[in-house]
């Protein structure tokens, strides 16, 4: 599974920004799939996910109520909106895929997930 990643860029307060996380895989609709942050020096932490069918979406803390994850099967793409980018939004963002389809939950934990992409750089101006 390759996964890469791309939208990231600078954005003034208040912007928005669509990411997209194209997977080079068979089958994309069995992974359940991710979007992870990272500040410098600190770990990845969870920003959103979803499951295959696309029905079932969980996001952090720090986003809910601004960002979207959606995903389109037959493109084998994942997305992830951000609206109302605040500085603190700052980040490398990367895409993720849990291949693991015994697991009948959308985990937040880096370890569940086997597959990364490169990472996008959002940055938000003040």
């Known amino acids: 599974v390759q996964l890469q990643a791309s939208g990231g860029g600078l954005v003034q307060t208040g912007g928005s920004l669509r990411l997209s996380c194209a997977a080079s895989v068979d089958r994309f609709s069995r992974l359940k799939m991710a979007w992870f942050r990272q500040f410098p020096g600190k770990e990845r932490t969870f920003v959103a996910g979803?499951?295959?069918?696309?029905?079932?979406?969980y996001y952090g803390d720090s986003v809910k109520g601004r960002a979207t994850i959606s995903r389109d099967n037959a493109q084998s793409t994942v997305y992830l909106q951000i609206n109302r980018l605040q500085p603190e939004d700052t980040a490398a963002y990367f895409c993720?895929?849990?291949?693991?389809?015994?697991?009948?939950?959308?985990?937040?934990?880096?370890?569940?997930?086997?597959?990364w992409g490169q990472g996008t750089q959002v940055t938000v101006s003040s």
């Open positions: 979803i499951r295959g069918n696309g029905g079932n979406t």
């Open positions: 993720a895929a849990d291949a693991n389809f015994y697991r009948d939950f959308l985990s937040r934990d880096v370890k569940h997930y086997d597959y």
